[in-house]
C-alpha cells in the first residue's frame, strides 16, 4: 500500500516500512474489525493492492527479489539455507554477498541521494554507501552477522538499544501457555525495540530513500499460527482462550510504530509492504521422495555406502534430502540444537548441517531427484552437461520426463 502525504506538492522522500511475511488477508481482516487504524487510514487515502510473489518457487527467494527488482534466475537465490551447489551434488547455505545482482538502494545512493536502510533480510552492508545501513539486528533468519555501515554505527546502536529478544533463539515452536506468553511478550518487545531504532535513525537526517523490515510478523505467523486456526492439528482451545490475539498484538504493535514514523517524515511518500504471506502447510511435498521412487528415477543401485545405511536405520524411511533436518531435530529435541549451536562456529554449523542433507542421497544415479526445499518442494533433473554425473540428455529426453512428471504428480 502506499500513501503520498506531501505538502506544498513536494514528494521526493520515500519512506518504505517492510512487514515480513505479514498476510494481506489476516490485515483484511482485521481492517474489518476495526483494528490496524494506521493501515487503515493509509488505505483510505491512499492506494492498496496484491500483488504476485514469488514464494511458490521458495520463500527464500522473495527478499533477494525484493531488493534486487529480479527473478531467482538472475539473482540465483532460490531456497537460500539449502541450496544445490552449482556443479555438484552438495548443499551449501547461500549468504548474502553471493547474491548475483546489487541492490536498488545502490542507485540512488551513487545518484547522491541519501539513503538509509534498516535490517532488510538477506543483505550486507555496503561500504561507501551514502547514508547508513543495519543488517542483521533482528531478522528471522540470519544470514550475514551483525553489522553496520558505517561500521562504528553497529556500537551506537546496541549500546542505545540492546540486542533483538529474540537473538538467538532457533525456530521451536513453545508448547506451554506460560512458554508463549513469554514468547509473544518478547516478539511485542522486539517490535517496539525496533520501531525506537527506525525513528532514531529517521531523525539523524532528511533523508531520500529510509526502508526498514520488521519482522516480528514473520515470527508471530509461525509460531502462532496453530492459535488462531482451528483447523489446525496443533489447535488447542484453551491455549487459544489465552492467546488467540497472539498474532494480532503484534501486526497491532506494528501500526503503531508505522503511525511514530509517519509523524516524523511529513511530506514524504509512505509505502508499506509485505514479501509473502502466511498460512497453514498444506503441501505433500514430504511425499516428493517417495514418488520419485515408485516411478523408478533411480536407474541403478545408490553407491552411497556405509553412512546411507547407518543413519538411515536411525532416520524413518531411511529418508535423505529435504527432511534429514527435521528427521534429526525428531532424535534430538531443538532445546538440545539451540544450545549446541551456542558453541559452534556459525561458518562450520552452516557447513556440516548442509552436508547432512546431502549425506547418502542417490542423486548421482537418479533421472530426478527431490532437493532440499522449503514447502514449495523442488524436483532436480540430473541433466548432462549441468551435473557431474548427468544421465538425462537435453531436449527430447528431458522434455519426456518432465512431462511425466507433471502427469504424475
Known amino acids: 500500500m502506499s500513501k503520498n502525504l506531501s505538502v506544498n506538492g513536494k514528494s521526493n522522500r520515500v519512506i518504505a516500512i517492510g512487514l515480513d511475511a505479514a498476510d494481506p488477508y489476516l490485515t483484511e481482516h482485521w481492517i474489518k474489525q476495526g483494528h490496524l487504524p494506521t493501515i487503515t487510514s493509509l488505505i483510505d487515502r491512499g492506494s492498496w493492492g496484491k500483488i504476485m510473489s514469488n514464494t511458490d518457487i521458495s520463500s527464500g527467494a522473495t527478499w533477494p527479489s525484493v531488493s534486487t527488482g529480479t527473478s531467482p534466475a538472475k ?12 556443479g555438484t551434488y552438495e548443499i551449501c547455505k547461500k549468504y548474502a554477498d553471493q547474491i548475483k545482482r546489487t541492490p536498488f538502494w545502490i542507485i540512488p545512493s551513487q545518484a547522491g ?4 536502510i534498516l535490517d532488510v533480510p538477506f543483505t550486507y552492508p555496503v561500504e561507501r554507501l551514502n547514508g547508513m545501513q543495519l543488517v542483521g539486528w533482528g531478522v528471522e533468519a540470519p544470514n550475514w552477522k551483525k553489522s553496520t555501515w558505517p561500521t562504528e554505527l553497529f556500537h551506537d546502536i546496541i549500546s542505545q538499544f540492546g540486542s533483538h529478544p529474540l537473538e538467538g533463539w532457533y525456530q521451536r515452536r513453545p508448547n506451554s501457555v506460560d512458554e508463549c506468553e513469554e514468547l509473544s511478550k518478547r516478539l511485542i518487545s522486539g517490535a517496539r525495540k525496533r520501531s525506537l531504532i527506525s525513528e532514531y535513525v529517521l531523525d539523524q537526517e532528511n ?21 488462531i486456526d482451528q483447523n489446525h492439528p496443533d489447535y488447542n482451545p484453551d491455549l487459544a482462550s489465552v492467546l488467540g490475539n497472539a498474532i494480532l498484538d503484534v501486526y497491532s504493535e506494528i501500526d503503531r510504530a508505522i503511525s511514530k ?21 498444506y503441501s505433500g511435498s514430504h511425499l516428493l521422495p517417495e514418488i520419485l521412487d515408485r516411478l523408478e528415477m533411480k536407474v541403478k543401485d545408490s553407491e552411497s555406502g556405509l553412512s546411507a545405511n547407518l543413519l538411515g536405520n536411525l532416520l524413518p524411511a531411511g529418508r535423505w534430502g529435504s527432511y534429514t533436518i527435521k528427521s534429526l531435530e ?3 529435541s531443538v532445546g538440545v540444537i539451540e544450545k549446541i549451536k551456542q558453541f559452534i562456529p556459525e561458518e562450520i554449523w552452516d557447513t556440516w548441517t548442509r552436508r547432512l542433507l546431502a549425506l547418502g542421497n542417490n542423486w548421482k544415479v537418479s533421472r530426478a531427484f527431490c ?12 541433466l548432462k552437461g549441468r551435473e557431474p554425473h548427468g544421465l538425462v540428455e537435453q531436449g527430447r529426453e528431458y522434455n519426456a520426463i518432465c512431462d511425466e512428471l507433471v502427469k504424475e504428480l
Open 330 to 332: 525428531n532424535l534430538i
Open 371 to 382: 532437493l532440499p526445499n522449503d514447502f514449495a518442494g523442488a524436483i532436480r533433473i540430473n
Open 113 to 116: 541521494k541519501k539513503v538509509a
Open 75 to 86: 539473482h540465483g537465490i532460490y531456497f537460500y539455507h539449502r541450496q544445490l551447489k552449482t
Open 207 to 227: 533523508w531520500d530513500l529510509f526502508l526498514t523490515v520488521f519482522a516480528e510478523t514473520h515470527w508471530a505467523g509461525h509460531l502462532f499460527w496453530h492459535v
Open 261 to 281: 514514523l509517519i509523524e516524523s517524515a511529513s511530506g514524504s511518500t509512505i509505502i508499506i509492504f509485505s514479501n509473502t504471506g502466511m498460512g497453514p502447510n
